[in-house]
């Protein structure tokens, strides 16, 4: 048995980390008032049975009468029963805070995850309303809406949940713009799921955490602003409520403390169970922060963009790609970063196209380009850019999203992090199957089975119900290489396939990548910095450096006879080892040549 079928057939990995809620249980703060808030909870849900007297039945001889065998806490100024009050006043306190709650989740949520995930002017208009909601006085509003709708609890308690909704929005945005460009969201939209499927599959499930946090904290502030409207009188005199209760308490605290001690114990505990299983939560959750890219700063380089680099290598009508042109640049401020300077090639059906550079030289740029997915801040513009026979430049976002998946399948540099670790393997195969090609749930089983079978992996129904982190990396590879021919796409492009991946898989991968590009005719861009790669699957090659084409050409020949100095560095660091990656990229002295496509170059 080969070591590649050793890995193939390894078990999966038994799960290491514990999940939140056995580490929430394990701490004895949260179990303490968990169980606190459940016991209020259970005597609000309770009331009616568990009551000892009618909260609004007022006995005379009961007033301000302390405590006894039958009215446990005594009775108030009225001589109502002071714990059937308490008891009932639980209801009205959760019920508010629940209205609260799910107002401000509807909002703040909704334009959070659009902001963030959206961005442009969707966050710019959600961000303002959000900011200009935070800017006026709630309190005012408050006494206001009271005024106009005659204390209508629920309206209040939703107005309440309106000024909480930034709150939310703050957090949901920060989160999602974490997540949004994780690369398993942008497999998402390879795989050319919608906008709405992918925000509740793949992004809501990544920000629940500090949602559920900030819903605790809420709660417990929702019901500190609900006592003190009631304890101004907002509210119904007959509904019994902590802060009603309180209000009635302040007036005879000196004579009669208890009455209002009793109201806000029961809140002041409630209130400290909440922030206590907020806080723990938030101990418990390793919140996501989002990850900030880093830029080189670089001054551009003085390129022509009218000129551009590189060259067409087939007739127009042979070619399955056409790239024209194409520049990338960056927006920091007033400040324009180009990383891709005006750059051509093409690729035809059945060919395996390379592209190699140093680091930064704009390869992967270049993919995402063709993709229409760079990242934030990132814009393109090309003269033209052809995916089979059709102008995606005057294509609209909807169909230029069509043609992922279908006509572009994309192979990612990291296997893990572009499967969601929320999902099983299964889930991931089928989900696209089902939703993009409506195929039936058996008929996706069945499929995404006969590709994972097709790429090499043994244990196809232990690898369907397993999660990202319980096969190795290779097998994620094979996952997503699958994930990536489901729809038979015309072209592949792959990203540094093998780079994360163990010595001892890479060859397999690419022999792999090689036969599924022959057997379905596919165009293979593959994306490398190695000339060892190269030479194993590639027909052509175009060499990049500092976002411009260096050389191009058949691969026999430019190995045989490099033009560039640069070239023939890249071929004897991936060939002897003499120099490393770094070196090249530090090195100054190298003698760039750039073949201009100016003067017929294209054809
Ligand atoms: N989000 C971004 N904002 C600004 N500049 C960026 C951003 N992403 C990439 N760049 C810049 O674009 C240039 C090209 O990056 P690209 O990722 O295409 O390089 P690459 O050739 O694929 O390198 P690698 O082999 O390291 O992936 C680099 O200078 C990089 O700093």
């Known amino acids: 048995m080969s070591i590649a079928d050793k890995i193939l057939d390894q078990k999966p990995n038994a799960p290491v980390r514990t999940s939140i809620t056995q580490r929430f249980f394990q701490r004895k703060a949260g179990v303490t008032a968990f ?32 405590p006894s065998a039958e009215h446990w806490l005594g009775g108030d100024s ?13 209801r009205t306190t959760l019920f508010g805070a629940a209205i609260t709650i799910i107002t401000a989740l509807a909002v703040g949520v909704t334009t959070g995850v659009m902001a963030g995930f959206f961005g442009g002017l969707v966050d710019r208009v959600f961000s303002w309303l959000s900011d200009a909601t935070q800017a006026i006085p709630g309190m005012i509003i408050l006494l206001v809406v009271a005024a106009g709708t005659r204390s209508n609890f629920p309206i209040l308690m939703a107005t309440v949940g309106v000024f909480m909704a930034p709150g939310y929005f703050r957090i949901t945005r920060s989160a999602t713009l974490a997540i949004v460009n994780e690369p398993y969201i942008d497999a998402a939209k390879v795989a050319g799921l919608t906008a709405p499927r992918i925000i509740a599959r793949h992004v809501l499930p990544g920000i629940y955490a500090p949602i559920i946090i900030q819903t605790a904290l809420a709660a417990g502030i929702s019901m500190g602003i609900q006592a003190g409207l009631q304890f101004l009188g907002v509210g119904s005199a007959n509904t019994p409520s902590w802060g009603a209760m309180m209000n009635e308490g302040f007036r005879f605290m000196l004579t009669n403390p208890t009455l209002l001690l009793w109201p806000s114990a029961a809140l002041g505990i409630t209130i400290a169970a909440l922030a206590t299983i907020g806080s723990t939560l938030a101990e418990v959750v390793r919140v996501r922060t989002p990850v900030v890219s880093e830029t080189e700063g670089e001054d551009d380089k003085d390129w022509d963009p009218a000129q551009g680099t590189g060259a067409f290598a087939h007739d127009k009508n042979e070619a399955i790609v056409r790239l024209k042109n194409l520049r990338v640049f960056y927006q920091n401020g007033d400040e324009q970063k180009t990383v891709v300077n005006g750059i051509s090639f093409d690729v035809k059906p059945g060919e395996v196209l390379g592209i190699v550079g140093e680091s930064g030289s704009g390869k992967s740029q270049t993919i995402f380009s063709l993709l229409n997915l760079l990242p934030k801040g990132g814009k393109y513009v090309a003269d033209q850019i052809e995916i ?25 540099q990291e296997p893990m992090s572009n499967l969601d670790p929320t999902f099983t393997i299964g889930h991931q195969l089928t989900e696209p199957l089902r939703l993009v090609f409506g195929q039936s749930k058996a008929e996706a089983t069945a499929k995404a089975k006969a590709l994972l079978a097709r790429v090499g992996i043994n244990d196809v129904d232990r690898v369907m119900k397993s999660y990202p982190h319980q096969i190795s990396g290779g097998m994620a590879q094979r996952v997503l290489i699958a994930g990536a021919i489901a729809g038979q796409p015309s072209v592949l492009l792959a990203d540094e396939p093998t780079t994360a991946l163990d010595v001892t898989v890479q060859a397999e991968v690419l022999e792999l990548l090689r036969e599924l590009q022959q057997e379905f005719g596919m165009a293979l861009i593959l994306v490398t910095h190695n000339f060892g790669v190269v030479a194993d699957i590639c027909d052509r090659v175009v060499v990049m450096r500092e976002g411009a084409v260096v050389e191009m050409g058949e691969v026999e020949q430019i190995f045989a006879q490099p033009k560039a100095q640069y070239t023939q560095d890249l071929i004897d660091a991936s060939l002897d080892g003499t120099l ?12 760039v040549h750039i073949l201009k496509t100016a003067g017929g170059g294209q054809k």
């Not at 606190?36 to 007022?58: C, E, K």
């Not at 169909?399 to 006509?407: E, F």
């Open 580 to 591: 490393s990656r770094k070196d090249l990229d530090a090195s100054e002295t190298s003698n």
């Open 35 to 66: 169980t606190i808030f459940i016991l209020v909870v259970l005597m609000a849900l309770l009331a009616p049975w568990i009551s000892p007297h009618d909260p609004n039945f007022v006995q005379l001889a009961n007033t301000k009468a302390p």
């Open 388 to 412: 089979a026979g059709k102008n995606v430049n005057e294509m609209t976002g909807k169909d230029r999203a069509k043609i992922l998946g279908s006509q572009l399948g994309y192979i990612p």
């Open 78 to 90: 009225a001589g109502r029963d002071i714990l059937s009050r308490i008891i009932w006043g639980a």
